[in-house]
């Protein structure tokens, strides 16, 4: 009995311990996908800032759904997406520069789906600050790439001032 009873708690610190290793294993695996998220969307914004088109399309699934402009677009093709970004390039602030992430969040939906709030400024070429903007970038799981299937922006909410 005594060797059972041995048995049975060596096998349950083992069944503990794979899943300590687990849990870890899964935290480092999320952080890696938070990290590529990041690494993508500044790759995107980088090539918004160049007005690269084709590198732009590279970061996209269709179709893309694009909330930008009050009804939803649906855009099916490169094609297409490349005509939208031409046109948010050509009407942009004036003396636009670059883009700079000032703050993100990523929401787990699933496994293969991820939500990326991300709080950016857009600069001039004296590199002030002449826009702030978020957007909501929806990502899945295609190929074992992470690629961008929705793309809104979001008022920033500015807190009331006391007084």
Not at 14 to 27: A, M
Not at 44 to 67: N, Q
């Amino acid at each position: 009995m005594k060797k059972f009873l041995i048995a049975v708690l060596i096998l349950l610190s083992f069944n503990s311990f794979s899943q300590k290793n687990n849990k870890k294993t899964i935290y480092k695996k999320k952080a890696l996908v938070e990290k590529t998220i990041i690494n993508n969307w500044q790759k995107y914004s980088k090539s918004f800032e160049y007005a690269d088109y084709d590198k732009i399309v590279s970061f996209f699934t269709y179709p893309v759904t694009f909330s930008l402009f009050g009804e939803p677009m649906v855009i099916k093709n490169e094609d297409e997406l490349v005509k939208v970004y031409k046109y948010l390039r050509n009407n942009l602030q004036n003396d636009y520069k670059y883009s700079m992430l000032d703050k993100s969040r990523i929401v787990w939906l699933s496994k293969e789906l991820v939500l990326f709030d991300a709080t950016y400024s857009r600069f001039d070429s004296n590199y002030r600050r002449i826009y702030k903007g978020r957007g909501l970038y929806m990502y899945k799981l295609v190929d074992k790439k992470w690629k961008m299937f929705s793309v809104s922006n979001i008022p920033i909410i500015k807190p009331k001032k006391k007084g």
